[in-house]
């Protein structure tokens, strides 16, 4: 039981337009989500993960094309289904696509995207991803329903929301674990490679290990939060070590 690791770096991006939204080419211009998503990799990340949001409130295009270039790993492309940012995948050929959800109307009741309702648009877009060599993760709820309907788009890869994990304790927490098992293992079954994420962090991720088959975990706000005491490279071998 174990699993490898994806940092999200979108939050070095946070703080970059916390000050520099508006004077991007300023010489002043950091921190460098490039030069995190390095760190993160001599710390053990398999993969770096990036979300190309709408409003560009963090990540913004040209970081996108320059981690592609430069990273040593494999680029895991976060985005919502719209055309503008499918164009936009199709240029960076990333090597890894995670749709998800970005406004109200696209998000089940607990916030991964809703793959029943969003059938035709997803399909549409899943046929361009795999023609242009692009492999597809959907970011869904672990819900029977949302399961069936990824393996019914032959998703090769589904990313299970952590996040009603990570917000619940006791016996309601014991009932999302529980509810993640039984999500992976549906996956699994339909021969869809299993990954999770949101919320996850130093203290809650132990338990989500016991998902069955679980390939990759990626994980953002915690290790980026860590690194500001620790430097990110530390701060993902930190990571890379529990899920080990
Ligand atoms: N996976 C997906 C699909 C996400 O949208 C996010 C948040 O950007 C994460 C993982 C990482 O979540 P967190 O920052 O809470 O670790």
């Given at each position: 039981?174990?699993?490898?690791?994806?940092?999200?770096?979108?939050h070095?991006?946070?703080?970059?337009?916390?000050?520099?939204?508006?004077?991007?080419?300023?010489?002043?211009?950091?921190?460098?989500?490039?030069?995190?998503?390095?760190?993160?990799?001599?710390?053990?990340?398999?993969?770096?993960?990036?979300?190309?949001?709408?409003?560009?409130?963090?990540?913004?295009?040209?970081?996108?094309?320059?981690?592609?270039?430069?990273?040593g790993?494999?680029?895991n492309?976060?985005?919502?289904?719209?055309?503008?940012?499918?164009?936009?995948?199709?240029?960076?050929l990333?090597?890894?696509?995670?749709?998800?959800?970005?406004?109200?109307?696209?998000?089940?009741?607990?916030?991964?995207?809703?793959?029943?309702?969003?059938r035709?648009?997803?399909?549409?877009?899943?046929?361009?991803?795999?023609?242009?060599?692009?492999?597809?993760?959907?970011?869904?709820?672990?819900?029977?329903?949302?399961?069936?309907?990824?393996?019914?788009?032959?998703?090769?890869?589904?990313?299970?929301?952590?996040g009603?994990?990570?917000?619940?304790?006791?016996?309601?927490?014991?009932?999302?674990?529980?509810?993640?098992?039984?999500?992976?293992?549906?996956?699994?079954?339909?021969?869809?490679?299993?990954?999770a994420?949101?919320?996850?962090?130093?203290?809650?991720?132990?338990?989500?290990l016991?998902?069955?088959?679980?390939?990759?975990?990626?994980?953002?706000?915690?290790?980026?939060?860590?690194?500001?005491?620790?430097g990110m490279?530390?701060?993902?071998?930190e990571?890379?070590?529990?899920?080990?």
């Amino acid at each position: 039981m174990g699993a490898v690791l994806g940092v999200n770096i979108d939050h070095v991006a946070t703080v970059r337009q916390a000050r520099y939204a508006k004077n991007s080419s300023s010489i002043n211009v950091e921190p460098d989500p490039v030069e995190a998503a390095l760190a993160a990799e001599r710390g053990g990340a398999i993969g770096i993960t990036a979300h190309l949001r709408q409003d560009r409130r963090h990540v913004v295009d040209h970081d996108i094309f320059r981690l592609k270039e430069a990273i040593g790993t494999k680029l895991n492309l976060e985005m919502g289904n719209s055309p503008e940012i499918v164009a936009i995948a199709l240029k960076v050929l990333p090597a890894d696509v995670c749709l998800v959800p970005e406004s109200r109307e696209e998000v089940t009741t607990e916030g991964g995207l809703d793959c029943i309702a969003h059938r035709a648009a997803l399909e549409s877009t899943l046929k361009a991803m795999r023609d242009a060599g692009i492999r597809v993760s959907l970011f869904i709820d672990p819900e029977p329903g949302q399961i069936e309907a990824a393996a019914s788009l032959e998703a090769p890869v589904v990313e299970l929301h952590t996040g009603a994990y990570a917000e619940a304790s006791g016996v309601a927490r014991d009932a999302e674990l529980a509810r993640l098992i039984a999500a992976a293992r549906l996956a699994s079954e339909a021969g869809i490679q299993v990954n999770a994420g949101h919320g996850l962090n130093y203290v809650n991720v132990k338990p989500i290990l016991a998902l069955p088959k679980l390939v990759e975990l990626n994980i953002g706000h915690s290790i980026v939060s860590r690194s500001l005491f620790v430097g990110m490279e530390q701060a993902a071998r930190e990571m890379a070590a529990l899920l080990a």
